[in-house]
């Protein structure tokens, strides 16, 4: 799929909004602020609040953030995430993986299962086993509740409101260093205190991240490479990296990283193709620009700077269809196709460049031969329902992306396409439907509500259709009113 649907800034950045703008929409969700969560917590935060809360941190982390929303990388996230999680114990409930563009060197954990990744962390790994160790440590943090018992242990000093410690949790995300200051501000006290903690939740996450990574096949000693050149680095800059202000990282923990992946035999392990074909990915759609990643991918792929030669081929082709340079982006993309038809990656640009050239038949074709092998691929889905819409079939469009959104109904960029697929057929009463979810996802629930009260208004005979918007407006209302009740 194209680079336009996939990054959420405000609260979304595909176009379907025709009539509003991401201005306008950043004011409605001023206007239409929710209630602070204010309740003092007063003991540790229990499994069923926890997921309650990772559900809202998402939400507004949707709003306030610049997700990326990439089918692909998502699949490929997720998939690297659930290896990991296999092997770790204490899960309590499934983990979503996510990405944030951003070149920031970081990556975090809350509530539920989250798990953020900056692209700037990708990048900055040469290997998977890098990237998996600072993900299998993420892990141990969600999985020993770090965060519930900080919460806790802060308590005992000073009581905090929660309001303050997820404003700074946000803060934290997006800017380490203000966000701390405001966790920090509002328990000056007990700030060593804190800091103690957080170095022995470090150290535990260490102890358990390393045997998830090395449970799952991949280096134990990654987690110490990664962390020295992280250090290695930081000694020539001003300022820390985003991962080291939220993960301090003195040299003992770098020795005792290594002296722990030791104590595990040393295997070899084969490098995947996928993790290179998604940092090529990054680099191609979200870094730089077009003229500049040809340059430097046919300098890679001369000097043979990739291991996979395939994920340098790939990024050269990206950046061709970004440049508009349409037949050379598929002749490369042939090539790779005939050694490796299946692989998703060379699919999905496939796609893109047969859409460029309005080559909509083509797209159709290709997909839905895909789709057999694949029925509930996530890539396969939201490329065709995207070929049908822009070839202008958009009835068969809308029933795909309703049938994939009654199993992922949190899934942003196909309620996204689905409310352009509405706009196009003028079926308003469903487009105003799924405008309200779209902002339910971000956690404006009263623009939600709006879009559900201008919806009502198109349903006019059709009774059941009121009873269920109305039934909807209840349960969003329902949702202010629990934000109210944590």
């Known amino acids: ?49 926890e997921v309650l809360i990772g559900d809202i941190l998402m939400r ?37 993986f996510f990405l944030i563009n ?63 410690l997820f404003g700074g949790l946000l803060l ?3 800017n380490p260093e203000a966000g701390i200051a405001a966790v920090s501000a509002t328990n000056a006290a007990s700030q060593q205190a804190s800091i103690n903690y957080t170095r022995s939740n470090e150290k535990e996450a260490d102890r358990i991240g390393i045997d998830v990574l090395a449970q799952s096949g991949y280096d134990p000693d990654a987690a110490a490479s990664f962390f020295g050149k992280l250090a290695e680095k930081y000694r020539l800059r001003s300022t820390p990296f985003a991962y080291l202000m939220t993960h301090p990282l003195p040299q003992s923990r770098i020795a005792d990283a290594r002296s722990r992946a030791a104590s595990y035999n040393v295997r070899q392990v ?30 890679a792929l001369d000097k043979k700077r990739y291991v996979f030669e395939q994920a340098a081929a790939y990024g050269l082709a990206l950046s061709y269809l970004g440049a508009e340079q349409y037949s050379k982006a598929q002749e490369i993309i042939d090539r790779l ?78 309620l996204q396409l689905l409310s352009d697929a509405y706009a196009k057929s003028r079926q308003m009463l469903e487009m105003h439907q799924s405008k309200a979810e779209i902002y339910a996802l971000v956690a404006a629930y009263p623009r939600a509500i709006d879009e559900l009260h201008t919806a009502y208004n198109f349903a006019n005979e059709r009774p059941l259709e009121k009873q269920r918007i109305k039934a909807r407006i209840d349960q969003f209302r329902s949702e202010i009113d629990r934000l109210k009740s944590l």
């Open 172 to 174: 934290a995300i997006a």
């Open 1 to 49: 799929m194209s680079k336009k649907g996939f990054i959420v800034f405000g609260a979304l950045s595909y176009s379907l909004f025709s009539s509003l703008t991401w201005a306008q929409l950043a004011d409605d969700r001023k206007r239409n602020a929710l209630p602070e969560i204010g309740v003092v917590a007063s003991e540790a935060i229990s499994i069923d609040k």
């Open 337 to 414: 196709r005939e050694k490796d038809p299946e692989n998703l990656f060379y699919i999905d640009t496939a796609t893109d460049i047969a859409l460029a050239e309005k080559r909509f038949d083509d797209a159709i074709t290709m997909l839905k031969e895909e789709a057999k092998r694949a029925p509930r691929n996530r890539v396969i889905t939201l490329n065709l329902a995207n070929a049908l819409l822009e070839k202008g079939d958009v009835e068969a469009s809308i029933l795909i992306l309703k049938d994939y959104l009654l199993v992922n109904p949190n899934n942003m960029l196909a």
């Open 60 to 96: 507004q982390l949707r709003g306030q953030a610049p997700l990326i929303n990439d089918p692909l990388l998502d699949e490929y996230l997720q998939d690297l995430g659930n290896r990991l999680v296999a092997n770790a114990e204490n899960v309590k409930f499934p983990f979503k």
């Open 102 to 164: 951003s070149a920031d060197i970081n990556a975090f954990a809350f509530f539920g299962g989250h798990v953020g990744i900056h692209t700037g962390l990708i990048f900055s790994a040469d290997n998977e086993s890098e990237l998996a160790s600072v993900l299998a440590h993420e892990i141990a943090h969600v999985t020993q509740r770090h965060i519930a018992r900080k919460i806790q242990a802060q308590q005992k000093a000073s009581p905090l409101q929660l309001a303050s």
């Open 270 to 299: 084969s490098e995947r193709l996928s993790f290179h074909l998604a940092k090529a990915r990054i680099i191609a759609r979200y870094y730089g620009n077009p003229k500049d990643n040809i340059t430097q991918f046919e300098f």
